[in-house]
């Protein structure tokens, strides 16, 4: 069981730079694959980056390429979004989920954290 708390997220312009941070439960963090995904209104739920358990192996979502870096740090249950130069159609509530490696659904989700991006 994997309990999952966001924070970091807030109103920034254009051009600007946040880092999201994802507080995990649990003493088997670095078992798990993490994600991280965002929702705007009216669209449907994307995942923006997802890093491995060691934290070796990343992917990004091609909107994000370059401007966003995932990170994670096991000994403290924490995985970081690093989010620069932000662009309005970054705004969303972005959301990190973690899984196991065997199961392809995310099975444990946070609450969620709002990112609004002003032009």
């Known amino acids: 069981q994997v309990q999952l708390v966001e924070s970091g997220g807030g109103l920034v312009q254009a051009g600007g730079s946040l880092r999201l941070s994802c507080a995990a439960s649990g003493r088997t963090f670095s078992s798990y694959i993490m994600g991280w995904f965002r929702q705007a209104p009216g669209k449907e739920r994307e995942i923006v980056a997802r890093?491995?358990?060691?934290?070796?192996?990343?992917y990004y979502a091609d909107s994000v390429k370059g401007r966003f870096a995932i990170s994670r740090d096991n000994a403290k249950n924490t995985v970081y979004l690093q989010m620069n130069n932000l662009k309005p159609e970054d705004t969303a509530a972005y959301y990190c989920a973690a899984k196991n490696s065997w199961v392809v659904e995310y099975g444990y989700w946070g609450q969620g954290t709002q990112v609004t991006v002003s032009s």
């Open positions: 890093i491995s358990g060691s934290g070796s192996s990343t």
